[in-house]
C-alpha cells in the first residue's frame, strides 16, 4: 500500500520510519518532509505544504493513497480529514469539529468544565479591559494562554500582575501571536509535575501510550522561554501504575465519552498534558489532537506493533481486539535546536558526524534540509531529536547525550539536563 503522511518536524520522521517497517507498505509520500524524510528507506519527499489542503487531496487521488495520516495539528484544525472522508479516502486523525480540543484552548476548558474532566480555574477573555480587571482580583502567578495555535509557544506563565498585563497587552493589544492570541484563557497556576498521556482512540475505545514527558523551556534548569519541546523521554517515572488508572479514569475515558456525547466522536492521537499534583491527581493543562514533538520520538522507539495495523485498526473500530507490543526499555530523545531558537535563528549550517541508525539509536530530522550536494542542513528552530533506548534510564540518557556531542554543526545548541526529573525519581 501507499501511504501520504503530512507534515516535516522530527514528529513525523519518526512516524515514517515507524511506517516504514510495516511488510505492507510499499511506498512512503511525505509532505512536505525534511532531510531525513528524503533518504528513509520506501520514502520520498513531495513539495506539498501541510496546510494545503486542496493540493494533498489531489495528490492522494492522483497517487492512489490508500492512508492518509496527517501529523502536525493546523490541517486537523482546518478540517483535512473531513475533507478526505468526503472524497472517500482513508485519513487518520480527529474531523474538525473534535480537532478544537486543540485549536481553541477557550472551548477545550469550556468542554472539560462541561464534563467534569479535571483542570484549573480559567476564564476566557476577548476584550483586553475585561481581562485587565479580573487579573486585578486574581493572585500571582497565573498562567496566561493564547487561545489558537501558536505553535506551542503562546504559553506566559506571569509570576507579577505587571507581568501578567504585559501578557494580556501583548496578545489582545499587540497581536503578538496573530490570529491565536485574540482570545486568551487565564488560568490558576498548578503546581507538580507534568506529563505526556498520548492515547490513540476510535471512539469511545482506546490504547494507551506508555507515559511520557517532555522539557518546555529553552535552557537548562527549566529556564528561558517555552518552546515546542527541547527533548522527551518514556516513561515517566511519575506516572505510577496508581496514577496512570487515574489518568485513564478521570481525563481520557470521560474526555472521549464528552467527546461522543457531544456528537463529536473521535478517531486519531489524544493527548493530555497532565499536571499531577503533590497528592497524585492529575490536572489537563491542554489536549493536543495529534502526537506530541518530541515525545513521538522515544515512543516509536518503544513501540513493537505494526503502526500501519495499528491505525487501521482504529479506522475500522478494531481497537478492542488490538494487542499492542511495547519494548520495555525506556527511551530518551535529545533536541538540537538553533542558536537562538524559539526566536529568530540562523538557517544554512552543515550537519555532519551523523551517526547511522541502529537497534537502539536514531537521529530523527526535525528542521532539515538538503542542499544540492546532499548534505544536511539546518532549516528550522528544532534541528535534531537524537533519540536512544537504553537497559535502564541513565544508559538510554548517556547513549544519547554521547551521540549529540559528537555531532558536528555550527549555531545550535542543546539542554544538558534532559531527563533530571526521571533522575530524582
Known amino acids: ?57 489531489t495528490l492522494a487521488r492522483q497517487e492512489s493513497i490508500a492512508l492518509t ?16 472522508n468526503d472524497a472517500g479516502l482513508r485519513c487518520f486523525g480527529p474531523l474538525a469539529a473534535a480537532a478544537r480540543l486543540e485549536g481553541s484552548k477557550a472551548f477545550a476548558k469550556d468542554f472539560m468544565l462541561r464534563h ?10 476577548s476584550e483586553l479591559s475585561d481581562a485587565l480587571a479580573y487579573l486585578q482580583n486574581q493572585t500571582m502567578p497565573v498562567v496566561i494562554k493564547a487561545s489558537g495555535l501558536a505553535a506551542g509557544k503562546g504559553v506566559i506563565i506571569a509570576e507579577t500582575k505587571a507581568q501578567a498585563e504585559q501578557a494580556v497587552r501583548s496578545m489582545l493589544e499587540h497581536n503578538q501571536f496573530g490570529d491565536a492570541g485574540q482570545q486568551v484563557v487565564i488560568e490558576q497556576f498548578l503546581c507538580g509535575e507534568e506529563a505526556s498521556f498520548i492515547v490513540l482512540a476510535s471512539g469511545t475505545d482506546y490504547i494507551a501510550f506508555p507515559s511520557s514527558q517532555d522539557h518546555k523551556r529553552a535552557f537548562d534548569g527549566d529556564l528561558g522561554p517555552n518552546t515546542g519541546g527541547m527533548g522527551a523521554y518514556s516513561p515517566a517515572p511519575v ?29 486519531g492521537f489524544l493527548y493530555a498534558g497532565v499536571m499531577i499534583d503533590d497528592t497524585g ?19 516509536m522507539m518503544r513501540l513493537n506493533s505494526d503502526l500501519v ?35 529568530a535563528y540562523s538557517k544554512g ?17 526535525a528542521g532539515t534540509k538538503l ?52 533522575l530524582k525519581h
Open 1 to 57: 500500500m501507499k501511504v501520504l503522511l503530512i507534515g516535516s518536524g522530527g514528529r513525523e520522521h519518526a512516524l515514517a520510519w515507524k511506517l516504514s517497517q510495516s511488510n505492507r507498505v510499499t511506498e512512503i509520500m511525505v509532505a512536505p518532509g525534511n532531510g531525513g524524510t528524503a533518504v528513509l528507506p520506501k520514502t520520498h519527499n513531495v513539495p506539498v505544504a501541510a496546510e494545503d489542503i486542496d493540493q494533498l487531496l
Open 69 to 84: 495520516v496527517v501529523g502536525p495539528e493546523a490541517p486537523l484544525v482546518d478540517g483535512i480529514v473531513d475533507r478526505f
Open 116 to 125: 467534569n474532566i479535571p483542570t484549573a480555574a480559567y476564564a476566557n477573555f
Open 239 to 267: 506516572v505510577t501504575d496508581k496514577i496512570q488508572a487515574l489518568i485513564e479514569t478521570r481525563v481520557i475515558q470521560p474526555s472521549l465519552q464528552g467527546l461522543a456525547d457531544d456528537g463529536l466522536a473521535y478517531t
Open 281 to 299: 491527581q492529575p490536572h489537563v493543562l491542554e489536549y493536543n489532537c495529534r502526537m506530541g514533538d518530541p515525545e513521538t520520538q522515544p515512543l
Open 309 to 343: 495495523d495499528l491505525i487501521e485498526a482504529a479506522l475500522d473500530n478494531q481497537l478492542a481486539a488490538f494487542d499492542v507490543s511495547w519494548d520495555q526499555r525506556p527511551a530518551l530523545g535529545i533536541v538540537l535546536a538553533a542558536n537562538g531558537y524559539p526566536g
Open 349 to 365: 549550517s552543515i550537519l555532519s558526524n551523523l551517526p547511522s541508525p541502529s537497534d537502539d539509536l536514531m537521529v530523527f530530522h
Open 371 to 422: 542542499n544540492d550536494n546532499q548534505q544536511p542542513i539546518t532549516a528550522g528552530g528544532r534541528v535534531l531529536c537524537v533519540t536512544a533506548l537504553g537497559d535502564d534510564f541513565t544508559a538510554a540518557r548517556a547513549h544519547a547525550y554521547a551521540t549529540i556531542e559528537q555531532i558536528t554543526v555550527a549555531d545550535c545548541f542543546f539542554r544538558n539536563d534532559i531527563g533530571h526529573r526521571a
